[in-house]
């Protein structure tokens, strides 16, 4: 038997990754590469990534904690890619990349000198990620997209919330974070192509693509029979019961996915006469009658304690959980063992999800100030002293103030 041993290093060691990106879904994908051993260069704007500044809170004099979740495990370049100067120094990047991330708007690289087709003459192994919110092409190409506007143009926000009120955002931008969840893994798609091809391609990652995506099983259904999806808060189109109800000490969760579930459920309910109530027999029949089903199961959960409950109906196989605040899930014993809160530079942060069993992620360095590494990664590109201080003199690149005060 082949003993298999962990490989601290990370499975994608040696992978270079230039960081053009800013905001959310382009630095969490780079974040991604760059926790499973990517090195990579994020390079900054002067002017700073927007999200610097998207606090309170804060966790450092420049850095909001929101940045702070995106960016760790990156050395940090300050460079103004505007003039010529700055894309000198990016061609040089470049040179010897694998992988280039951006989100510019449409247009804004290929003014510079680095439109598609030329990044594919002059590099022709280099994996090109381009997240934009709509696309560069059709009807909507080259329009800004946030989240939340994508959320509401696809269709997303109106099958969210309850069936009474209004359409809602979903309470977390899922849209940019899947669209850099979905961008990592095309990244790895073209780069495991490469090493069969030894050619590098575009990976075109957009909000648009990722949010309708994210409309299963409503998109299905609706080209299946042509209904339009109502919202129906927490509860399932087609599965009941699957929803919120109040216990005695706040919201439970419970989901029955089946008619076995359903007698099981009912059994720790003490409500067993149910399941022999032909208008609740099978899952169809519990949808069609789910008004009158409701208010009886509302009256039986009402009496117990919501963790009680939950832990007494997953001991049987029915699915459920109380429903917990931000505060009790990151303080959770299971959330814990999961190593979903760690540890960086002393501070608890949100854990790596993606688990390798001998190549694990690693959390190794913090989120950098703008410029913390501009003299490093420019020395590493083989710029003298006097080049590098030439570049910051011109404020082509920048460092921290605290450097410009005290020279090295």
């Not at 470049?94 to 002059?122: I, P, Q």
């Amino acid at each position: 038997m082949q003993v298999s041993h962990s490989d601290p290093r990370g499975s994608l060691t040696g992978v270079r990754v230039v960081d053009l990106s800013r905001v959310l879904a382009g630095p969490l994908c780079s974040q991604m590469l760059a926790d499973h051993g990517a090195q990579v260069v994020k390079v900054e704007p002067p002017a700073g990534d927007d999200t610097r500044a998207w606090g309170p809170p804060f966790v450092g004099e420049n850095m909001s904690a929101y940045f702070s979740a995106l960016n760790r495990n990156k050395a940090n370049l300050c460079l103004d890619l505007s003039v010529a100067e700055g894309q000198a120094v990016l061609a040089d990047l470049l040179r010897d990349a694998d992988v280039l991330v951006e989100n510019f708007k449409s247009g804004t690289l290929g003014r510079w000198g680095f439109a598609e087709e030329t990044l594919r003459e002059r590099y022709p192994r280099l994996v090109h990620c381009r997240i934009t919110g709509f696309g560069v092409d059709g009807p909507m190409g080259a329009m800004p997209g946030y989240d939340a506007v994508v959320q509401a143009y696809s269709g997303l926000m109106s099958i969210n919330g309850e069936e009474e009120g209004p359409p809602l955002r979903i309470g977390v931008p899922v849209v940019d974070m899947v669209t850099g969840a979905y961008a990592a893994t095309g990244i790895l798609l073209a780069l495991l192509d490469r090493a069969r091809t030894g050619l590098g391609q575009l990976v075109d990652s957009t909000l648009i693509d990722t949010a309708v995506s994210l409309l299963h099983p409503h998109s299905s259904a609706h080209l299946a029979d042509g209904r339009i999806p109502a919202r129906t808060g927490s509860a399932h189109p087609t599965i009941a019961p699957y929803d919120t109800f109040p216990a005695a000490d706040g919201p439970i969760f419970i989901g029955v996915g089946n008619d076995q579930q359903f007698r099981r459920f009912l059994a720790v309910l003490g409500a067993d006469h149910l399941a022999e109530d032909p208008r609740f027999s099978t899952n169809a029949d519990r949808l069609a009658n789910l008004g009158e089903l409701r208010p009886l199961l509302d009256e039986c959960v009402c009496r117990y304690d919501r963790h009680s409950l939950a832990k007494e109906l997953l001991a049987q196989g029915v699915p459920a959980s109380a429903v917990n605040n931000v505060a009790e899930a990151l303080s959770d014993p299971h959330v814990l063992h999961r190593r979903m809160v760690a540890e960086e530079n002393g501070e608890p942060v949100v854990g790596i999800p993606i688990k390798l069993s001998r190549s694990p992620g690693s959390i190794r360095a913090a989120p950098r100030d703008r410029g913390a590494d501009t003299r490093r990664v420019l020395a590493g590109l083989g710029y003298s002293t006097e080049r590098v201080d030439a570049l910051v003199n011109a404020g082509v690149a920048q460092v921290p103030r605290a450097e410009v005060d005290h020279p090295l």
